[in-house]
């Protein structure tokens, strides 16, 4: 009974009896934490939102008033590393928070929605993230090029 699955009609209808797929491991895979990361147990009063697998949470050194962070609660290094459920959780949580942001700040008119995967990509946390930076008009000198403020040179591969 712990391992009861429910499919939409077509799924059931499809697997025919022929699955026998535990997916009890799916399930304590969730409850994965890494011993010393930031993130995997952020404190309950830095907690804005969440759902049953992401947190949201203001960032420590944000870039702009607002910036916050949504993490999934399993530790895992990037969004590669995800599951669909996990993404899809991040980004029911990413919307709520964003209308949260808005009601709370009318100048704010825009977003950067960002991640940084691998430390040559400028991940410092080894825990995936995702950064949502509400931008407000006249924020940066030149908005074009998005969190870079300018329109880099194009590289030649």
């Known amino acids: 009974m712990e391992n009861l699955q ?3 009609w077509q799924c059931n209808a499809n697997k025919g009896g022929r699955d026998a797929t535990d997916f009890r491991a ?7 934490r890494q011993e010393g990361c ?13 759902n049953t697998l992401a947190v949201a949470f ?13 993490v999934p609660r399993r530790h895992a290094a990037t969004w590669f590393d995800l599951s669909d ?9 990413m919307d709520e928070v964003r209308r ?18 691998g430390e040559v990509a400028g991940q410092t946390v080894d825990h995936a993230h995702v950064h949502l930076i509400p931008r407000r008009k006249g ?19």
Do not use: S, W
């Open 139 to 157: 924020g940066v000198e030149e908005p074009r090029g998005g969190v870079r403020g300018v329109i880099p040179k194009r590289q030649q591969y």
């Open 6 to 8: 429910a499919l939409c």
């Open 58 to 70: 203001r960032d420590a050194y944000p870039v702009t008033a607002l910036h916050t962070l949504i």
């Open 100 to 117: 949260a942001v808005i009601e709370a700040d009318r100048t704010v008119l825009g977003f950067n929605v960002g991640m940084n995967c």
């Open 26 to 32: 799916v399930r304590d895979g969730l409850e994965a």
């Open 85 to 93: 459920p996990e993404r899809r959780a991040i980004g029911i949580l």
């Open 38 to 50: 930031i993130f995997c147990d952020p404190p309950a009063t830095r907690v804005i939102a969440g």
